[in-house]
């Protein structure tokens, strides 16, 4: 098997809906199903083939809808499962096909299955979930929570403690369970059957957990630890996937994509590989951790060309042939591409059309967050009070307010870096809420989409929108887009991502500035010093096809057909 393996979804482009900010249809603030449905046109203007959903379940709203408490439910907030098969309805009329979130690592503190857990030692449901006794006093083991903290909370009904990866309210799930599984992959075909087509799988790697759950090795003076190597890529996560694409994925002409943070490509290989029989392809994070230093997320460094170029041909090299890349920048989990890797005052339009083409000319299905077709910027609150992301809050509170740390300097880490950077109501108009909503939207607008929205970029042929629109286009009509040998060039230029993308004896230029200052660049030796055509640019097209020596203006990225 190889990438000329023809399937749907690596033929496709992804976009994300987060459908809390993506529009309100009945005022209430808040985004929901009939809105989504309202914007469909949109959508199939832009040209995309999949809406991969953000979770829409009942829940009771902890962490955005990923603390699940009924999984075959639709939030009441969003709207009515009435409401979901008409939004199902209108995207396959429209040819766009729908990936669903699925949140199984975890589930609400208020799912039923964990309030019949938390009654008894020997209640029939105690073994859903992941409960042990305290030690030494304290918590069963020194594990940190994702969201700060100690990854375990103490339950006084039967003086044991939950294992919670995340918030307090995602109690995990005990996969060791075999009616565990047998729910979750109920659940699954539950979903399957209503014809949505494929499930991203929010942090799967993380269901296997080591035996004996051991301590991690703690920093000097602190008393929690990441105990990420005894609860990420655990020994039986491959067994499981097996056994659920065995049991349901294998039955149906899917999508799927796992979210495995910490992952190598060796790891990828083995979740996503041709003939693994587990999944069509992950989410690593490695290009997206550039920016983050020694201390983690919130220690923000500079990032360095040298390190993205480093990661992303790793990812494009090793799983060449092997397994299947998801190409992504933005996501509800992280900040706005053109504020971190562009320049979202001076150019931003120019910066946000160059990142777009480095990373769909890449191999691997593209995924477009909801506004980064728009070139929608990170928002910079003034006040904690105005974020609304748990992670913030519970950071906030162990670092400043127990902490007694420097407020402006978290802010501006919050700034940089916050989820909710993603979370502000997708901007339709210049009207008042950006068109999102007639009520008050659930989190703050970002001032600027008086000039930045939907109704303005549409009636622009030059906006960052249509540029993604011919992005898209692209990638239906060229299948060197999507097959193509990756083979990257002038490895040590400081400014410029160049590659070449090769398909039988098709070669495509792709040529990316990714600074403010113009840049030199030349042909290395051995490829064509002559284009046959200008395929994309995002400034004024040039009159020559000389392609040997190129002044790049700021932000330039061009794609040339060499031969």
Known sequence: MNNLDRKWWKEAVVYQVYPRS????????????????????YLKELGVDVVWLSPIYQSPNDDNGYDISNYRNIMSEFGTMADFDEM????????????????????SDEHPWFIESRKSKDNPYRDYYIWRPGKDGGEPNNWVSFFSGSAWQYDEATDEYYLHLFSKKQPDLNWENKEVRDEVFDLMTFWLDKGIDGFRMDVINCVSKVEGLPDATPAPHEKYAWGGEFFTNGPKVHDWLKEMNNRVLSRYDIMTVGET????????????????????MVFQ????????????????VPWKLSDLKSIMSRWQND????????????????????SRFGDDKNYRVESAKMLATFLHLQQGTPFIYQGEELGMTNVAFSSVDDYKDVEIHNLWRERIVEGGGDPVSLLHAIHAKGRDNARTPMQWD??????????????????????????AALKDPTSVFHYYKKLVDLRHHHLIMVYGKYDLILPEHPQIYAYTRTLGDEIWLVICNFYGDPAHFELPAGLPTTARELILSNYDARDSLLVSELSLRPYEALVYKLS
């Open 285 to 300: 994070f490695e290009h997206t951790d550039v920016d983050a230093g020694p201390g983690g997320k919130w220690d923000v």
């Open 319 to 338: 799983l060449y042939e092997k397994a299947w890349n998801s190409l992504y920048l933005n996501n509800h989990d992280q900040p706005r591409s053109v």
């Open 261 to 280: 943070g910490g992952v190598t490509t060796s790891d990828a290989k083995l979740y996503a590989g041709y003939n693994r029989g587990e999944l069509n």
């Open 430 to 455: 210049a009207s008042e809420n950006a068109g999102f909503t007639r009520g008050t939207p659930w989190i703050r607008m970002n001032p600027n989409y008086v000039a930045i929205n939907a109704e």
């Open 22 to 41: 993506f529009m309100d249809a009945n005022g209430d603030g808040v985004g929901d199903l009939k809105g989504i449905t309202a914007r469909l046109d």
């Open 88 to 107: 199902l309805a209108e995207m396959h009329k429209r040819g766009i096909k729908l990936v669903m979130d699925l949140v199984v690592n975890h589930s």
